[in-house]
C-alpha cells in the first residue's frame, strides 16, 4: 500500500515542463523581435536625419519605450555599431541566398545593388563610427573581409558558368561602386550606381 503512495523522485519536481520551456522562450523571441525592430528604425531613422537622430524618437516609431531600447543599445554608440553590422551580415547572408535561388550573374548582380544600399549606410554611420574612442574603426576594417569573401564567391560562381570573363577582379567591382558613391555629390548618386552596376555586369562578360 505504502508503495503505492510513495512520492515521484525529488528530481521530477525540477524538471521543466512544455509549458514552462515555451513561457521562458517566449521573452527571448520577442526580445529578439524587438532588437530587430530597433535596427530596421534605426537604419531608416539615420538615413533621413544622419548618425545624430534621438533614440528617443527611435524608441517612439519602435513602440517598444526608451526602456526597452536602451536595455538593447545603452548608448547611440552602440545602436550604430549594431545597425552597421547588421548591414554587413545581411551581405554575406544574401551572398548564400542569392547563389542559392537565381543564376550565378543574376546572383552576382543582385548582390551588388544591395551593396550600393549598404554604402548608403556606411556613408552616414562610418564617419560617427570612425570619431569614437575604442577601436570602432576595426569594426569596419574588420567587414571587409566578410564583404570581400562573399563577392569572390559570386564572382567565382559566374566565371564558372561562364557568365563573367577569367581574369575579373571582384574586388575591382566593388572598387567602381565605392568610387562613384563617394565622388558624387547629387542626392541621387544611388540611382547613378545601380545603373553602374549594370554597365559593370556588361563589362564583365566574356569578350568574344
Known amino acids: 500500500m505504502l508503495d503505492n503512495c510513495r512520492e515521484p523522485p525529488v528530481a521530477t519536481f525540477f524538471l521543466p515542463t512544455k509549458r514552462s520551456q515555451l513561457a521562458r522562450r517566449k521573452p527571448r523571441a520577442d526580445a ?3 532588437r530587430q525592430r530597433i535596427l530596421e528604425v534605426a537604419k531608416e531613422a539615420c538615413t533621413r536625419s544622419g548618425a545624430k537622430t534621438s533614440l528617443d524618437d527611435i524608441a517612439k516609431q519602435t513602440d517598444v ?8 543599445f545603452p548608448t547611440r554608440d552602440a545602436l550604430l555599431e549594431a ?11 544574401a551572398e548564400r ?4 535561388a537565381i543564376p550565378p550573374i543574376e546572383a552576382l548582380r543582385a548582390w551588388m545593388l544591395l551593396f550600393v544600399d549598404y554604402i548608403a549606410t556606411k556613408k552616414i554611420i562610418a564617419p560617427a563610427l570612425n570619431a569614437l574612442v575604442g577601436g570602432h574603426a576595426k569594426v569596419i576594417e574588420a567587414s571587409y573581409a566578410q564583404i570581400h569573401e562573399a563577392i569572390r564567391a559570386l564572382v567565382k560562381r559566374a566565371i564558372e558558368s ?26 541621387d548618386w544611388q540611382q547613378s550606381a545601380r545603373r553602374l552596376v549594370d554597365i559593370l555586369i556588361t563589362g564583365s562578360r566574356p569578350i568574344k
Open 32 to 34: 529578439q523581435r524587438n
Open 65 to 72: 519605450g526608451p526602456g526597452t531600447l536602451y536595455h538593447h
Open 83 to 93: 545597425v552597421y553590422r547588421t548591414e554587413v551580415e545581411k551581405l554575406a547572408a
Open 97 to 100: 541566398k542569392f547563389a542559392e
Open 162 to 187: 561562364g557568365d563573367i570573363r577569367r581574369d575579373l577582379d571582384a574586388v575591382d567591382l566593388l572598387k567602381a561602386l565605392v568610387g562613384v558613391s563617394y565622388v558624387a555629390t547629387s542626392p
